[in-house]
């Protein structure tokens, strides 16, 4: 039994989207040199999923913590620190809720449906790849590839290896739109799927998981 647990944490306050990363940075100077905070080793990126994200629920700061980060988030409570400077403003966060969870995460018979807001499926080859196809079908099924390996590369990071074949099927896309990071703009959708897999609530999938994008719900949550 592949049991995993979650803590969200979510905070007094407002969050635009663009202050996520100044959010994370501020948590991350509150903490010091903790790796899952910022998975950053030395001059080099850790190449793992995040297991401390950052992002905002119902509009509040937030973290959200998977596996090892639900025990390393501890540092956080230590230092008592919730004063935060988000860009020029010096903010009190103060703590809303603290949420924990344990999930059974693996495969069953039945399925269960999910939205993906704010996911980052293209990277510079599949963009290629998708913008040369004609057929929305053909392009949704590669979605779909892309989907299943981002979910199989969040199970790989937690420790979980399937004992089966992972179904995934989009029912729902939204026409791509443009978000911007650190100036960039990459091409972004929200989705609705189904799949046989359990997956843990407000969690991230894909690129810049762990700074709110991709972030995962089960469609009965509202986030």
């Known amino acids: 039994m592949n049991q995993v647990k979650t803590l969200i944490i979510k905070f007094e306050g407002e969050l635009k989207n663009h202050e996520i990363p100044q959010f994370r940075g501020a948590v991350i100077s509150a903490v010091g040199g903790d790796i899952l905070f910022h998975n950053h080793d030395g001059d080099g990126y850790r190449y793992s999923y995040p297991l401390i994200q950052y992002k905002k629920i119902g509009g509040s700061p937030s973290i959200v913590c998977v596996g090892q980060g639900v025990e390393n988030i501890g540092k956080l409570f230590e230092s008592g620190n919730f004063t935060f400077q988000i860009g020029t403003d010096i903010r009190q966060m103060d703590i809303l809720s603290v949420k924990a969870n344990k999930i059974n995460v693996q495969l069953w018979e039945s399925t269960f449906r999910y939205s993906l807001k704010k996911w980052l499926p293209l990277n510079p080859d599949n963009y290629r790849t998708y913008n040369a196809l004609t057929s929305l079908d053909d392009k949704r099924h590669l979605l ?9 590369s969040f199970l790989k990071g937690i420790g979980i290896f399937l004992d089966g074949e992972l179904k995934c099927t989009i029912t729902e896309l939204s026409t ?37 994008f991709g972030t995962v719900k089960g469609i009965s949550h509202q986030i």
């Open 144 to 152: 779909e590839n892309i989907l299943r390996g981002n979910i199989l």
């Open 176 to 212: 791509p739109y443009v978000l911007k990071y650190k100036g960039v703009g990459m091409t972004t959708f929200d989705a609705v799927f189904s799949t046989n897999l359990s997956i843990p609530t407000f969690i991230g999938i894909g690129k810049n998981a762990a700074l709110g």
